[in-house]
């Protein structure tokens, strides 16, 4: 059983479940940075994505043009939302999060986040569920984020960059992607590394599997998972 030297953790479907907080959230972002009528994301399907591509494809819809100082705009907003939207109450921390924070800590496997969300919105919603405290903000922070770009293998990348610029090179081959989608498992081989999916968001085992995931569980708390992570254990 391979042992990974950096675990990266996807967050919406992952770590938590936000009730449709980041969708509301950047609705609300898009009609005060575009106009009260310029906010349905209802046609996009947002799981996997990235908030930069998600603004795009919104800009498209509106028949906007995208430039990158009018994404920012609408980015910068998002916060404030999210802040108010994380407070319904169908929040939750997914099953085995904890526990496997608690774990790789423990452990000392270096780890961190590769998520769709820009930095702020990622802190927000872990914040939600006390789960911020697991993980290093701002400059300190070994993870990649929508704040990096719009392509998902960029942000495996990125937080790969970060984490050999703080523990030493770590190759592609010796990092776990940890997530709830087909975008992540395949963000995770165009970046060459392996890939863990959790059947915790919208997609099943099989079609997780079926999108060529290395490994997959129900859920973080599946008696397989800390196996996996940690290389003791094969996957089922």
């Not at 575009?34 to 906010?39: A, I, P, R, T, V």
């Not at 800009?59 to 994404?71: I, N, R, V, Y």
């Not at 937080?159 to 010796?174: D, K, N, Q, V």
Request: one cysteine or more; aromatic letters at 6%; glycine letters at 12%.
């Amino acid at each position: 059983m391979k042992r990974y030297r950096l675990v990266l953790l996807d967050v919406d479907g992952t770590l938590v479940h936000c009730a449709g907080a980041g969708r509301r959230s950047l609705e609300r972002a898009l009609r005060e940075a575009f106009g009260h009528s310029h906010g349905d994301l209802s046609a996009l399907h947002l799981d996997g994505s990235t908030d930069r591509l998600i603004v795009r494809q919104a800009m498209a819809l509106l028949g906007k043009a995208f430039t990158d100082e009018a994404c920012d705009r609408a980015l910068s907003r998002y916060p404030k939302f999210l802040a108010e939207e994380l407070a319904d109450p169908a929040f939750k921390v997914l099953p085995g999060v904890v526990m496997t924070l608690t774990a790789l800590r423990a452990r000392k496997i270096a780890y961190g986040l590769c998520t769709g969300n820009v930095m702020e919105g990622a802190r927000l919603k872990l914040r939600r569920g006390a789960l911020d405290g697991y993980f290093e903000w701002g400059k300190e922070a070994v993870g990649g984020f929508a704040d990096d770009g719009e392509d998902r293998t960029r942000l495996v990348l990125a937080a790969l960059e970060r984490a050999s610029a703080r523990h030493g090179t770590i190759a592609p081959e010796e990092v776990l992607v940890v997530g709830d989608t087909p975008l992540d498992v395949a963000a995770a081989h165009g970046a060459g590394c392996a890939a863990l999916g959790v059947a915790t968001g919208r997609y099943s085992v099989l079609e997780l599997r079926s999108g060529g995931a290395d490994h997959v569980v129900e859920s973080l708390s599946a008696p397989s998972a800390l196996g996996i992570l940690f290389g003791e254990a094969p996957s089922p």
